[in-house]
């Protein structure tokens, strides 16, 4: 099938080259020209694990094309997938004119029966306002739009799109059913399982996912706070809550606060729904509050055990992006804690394998370095904020000879406590004292 897909962002180049991998005929489009020449170039503006080669691979497959011509390029498809970014307002609520100005252009020119795809993460209802503002567009002409989630991760992205738990086919009439089945064949054929849905439930899905899952993260924040207050471990209290097969033992591990470009923006569009929608979402709207709350009082604590000195204090950070596997520092976790650190007086000195050049921007005053030994010379207190496996595997004993201090907070829980306590270290883990 010959497929659009607007927008080279993340999600927009991730799907593209996924579907043209099922063997379809892909363009992706940007109205971004250097975006689109880097793209044309054979490079990709963005680090994801096997992206690159997949791109490559079926670029030279005649599969994958990139253009910053909309017009053409859903002129010609059987379906347009808009990939564009869905920012938050300052309400919270999220901003559809990218994906209203993306379908406003291309209205008059995709064919009668082609089929408008949302893959953007959307409120319930869009879908149906987009059907009724592209047929005004086209002079009452009315055209399918569907909706289809995706629910990849950053980092292993690939993976979760070939393998994915599930496929949600969201559409309101039979052509859009009928394509997404056609595009989605391949992987049906693989077993996935497939569900349709109408596209406001599909819309619904996607966040109330997000919204669970960001729930579970902050419910073991909370308990690794208790486990810290009461003495307990919250390693043990993951095993063992985790292996009741209802609750599952993924998305347990406690951290310094979810961030990415998704759990914190869904989860305010999806507590900004609530209220718009009369049914106010509680347990979300506080969950956000904690969330944020969590990084500020882990800054606090990294300034009190430093505490204070004659000489300025010197922390470094170790793990800058929001997560492993990702270049991305969207609400990491880093952008709150760093700038209190500072605020206090403390001078940071920053190490991260992929994202230093993104986080550079929004940390004025940051000493960045390529090399984390480098990064942690001379400093009072070392803090592992990402889970890198370059930090699970830090060499202990030449951390310990570059450090003025032996302060190590972990706040991932990657590191082995015994071993960071052989080499001298104050250890200051998440949700245990070891
Ligand atoms: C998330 C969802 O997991 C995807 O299913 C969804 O498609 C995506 O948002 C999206 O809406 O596009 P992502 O933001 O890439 O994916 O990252 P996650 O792996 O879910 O991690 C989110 C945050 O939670 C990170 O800050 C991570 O460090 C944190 N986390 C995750 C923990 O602190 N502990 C865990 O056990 C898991």
């Not at 009668?112 to 002079?139: F, M, Q």
């Amino acid at each position: 099938m010959k497929l659009a897909v607007v927008g080279a962002g993340y999600v927009g180049l991730t799907t593209s080259a996924c579907l043209a991998e099922l063997g379809h005929s892909v363009t992706c489009v940007d109205s971004d020209a250097s975006r689109i020449a880097i793209l044309q170039g054979g490079g990709v503006p963005i680090y994801e694990e096997g992206l690159h080669e997949l791109m490559q691979k079926n670029r030279a497959a005649g599969r994958l094309t990139f253009s910053a011509d909309l017009r053409p390029a859903a002129g010609h498809a059987d379906a347009i997938f808009l990939a564009v970014g869905t920012p938050s307002r300052p309400d919270g609520d999220i901003d559809l004119s990218h994906i209203e100005t993306a379908a406003r252009q291309l209205a008059r020119d995709i064919r009668h029966d082609a089929v408008l795809i949302i893959k953007s993460t959307v409120v319930a209802g869009t879908a149906r306002n987009l059907g009724r503002l592209v047929a005004r567009e086209r002079g009452g002409d009315a055209v399918s739009v569907a909706s289809n989630p995706e629910f990849l991760r950053e980092g292993t992205a690939i993976a979760d799109f070939m393998t994915a738990d599930r496929i949600v086919a969201g559409a309101d009439d039979d052509l859009g059913a009928d394509r997404l089945r056609r595009i989605y064949a391949p992987l049906r054929a693989r077993d996935i399982p497939y569900l349709e849905m109408s596209t406001a439930d599909a819309e619904m899905v996607k966040y109330a996912a997000n919204a669970f899952l960001a729930l579970k993260l902050g419910f073991i924040n909370n308990v690794a706070d208790l486990c810290e207050s009461t003495g307990g471990d919250i390693r043990n209290v993951v095993s063992g809550i985790g292996l009741d097969r209802r609750i599952g033992p993924s998305f347990l591990s406690p951290g310094p606060g979810y961030g990415g470009s998704c759990f914190p923006k869904d989860t305010r569009a999806f507590a900004a729904l609530g209220k718009r929608a009369g049914a106010r979402q509680w347990l979300v709207e506080r969950l956000i509050e904690d969330n944020e709350a969590r990084k500020r009082k882990l800054a606090q604590r990294i300034i009190d055990d430093m505490g204070k000195g004659g000489r300025p204090r010197r922390v470094a950070v170790l793990g800058l992006a929001f997560k492993s596997g990702t270049d991305d520092v969207r609400e990491s976790a880093a952008l709150t804690i760093i700038p209190l650190l500072q605020a206090s007086g403390a001078i940071v000195h920053a190490h991260d394998p992929r994202a230093s050049r993104a986080a550079a921007e929004f940390l004025p005053g940051v000493r960045f370095s390529d090399d984390c030994y480098h990064a942690c010379g001379d400093v009072d207190a070392a803090v592992v904020l990402t889970e890198w496996d370059e930090y699970r595997h830090l060499d202990l004993r030449r951390l310990a000879s570059v450090m003025r201090g032996r302060l190590l907070f972990d706040f991932r829980n990657i590191l082995d406590p015994a071993e960071v306590s052989r080499h001298g270290f104050r250890y200051r883990p998440i949700g245990h004292s070891t």
